[in-house]
């Protein structure tokens, strides 16, 4: 089984910072692309972010040059740094990893618990 456990989220102030994580653990042989999810209230879940094993990087237009992802493959670790934050950022972001198991080496998809992140003006 593959685990993600996310980290980081909380209250913050308009213009502030904060940087979440979130390690991918268990009988993972290899773990693909990673990437950071959000859903605020009333609305779909939407991709924010995403990298690939490479490095290769992927924003949503509404956090470029505000958000930034990044990934430690030593530690199947991805991070999500996000500045100047805005009230509409408000939502619980998921993270979500695509990972070749050990037992079975196929890939599937995995998803964290979320964690909220609030942002006040």
């Known amino acids: 089984q593959v685990q993600l456990v996310e980290s980081g989220g909380g209250l913050v102030q308009a213009g502030g910072s904060l940087r979440l994580s979130c390690a991918a653990s268990?009988?993972?042989?290899?773990?693909?692309?990673m990437g950071w999810y959000r859903q605020a209230p009333g609305k779909q879940r939407e991709l924010v972010a995403r990298?690939?094993?490479?490095?290769?990087?992927y924003l949503a237009d509404s956090v470029k040059g505000r958000f930034t992802i990044s990934r430690d493959n030593a530690k199947n670790t991805v991070y999500l740094q996000m500045n100047s934050l805005q009230p509409e950022d408000t939502a619980v972001y998921y993270c979500h990893a695509v990972v070749i198991e050990i037992a079975t080496m196929r890939s599937g998809d995995y998803w964290g618990q979320g964690t909220q992140v609030t942002v006040s003006s």
């Open positions: 990298i690939t094993g490479a490095g290769n990087t």
């Open positions: 268990g009988s993972i042989f290899s773990t693909n692309a």
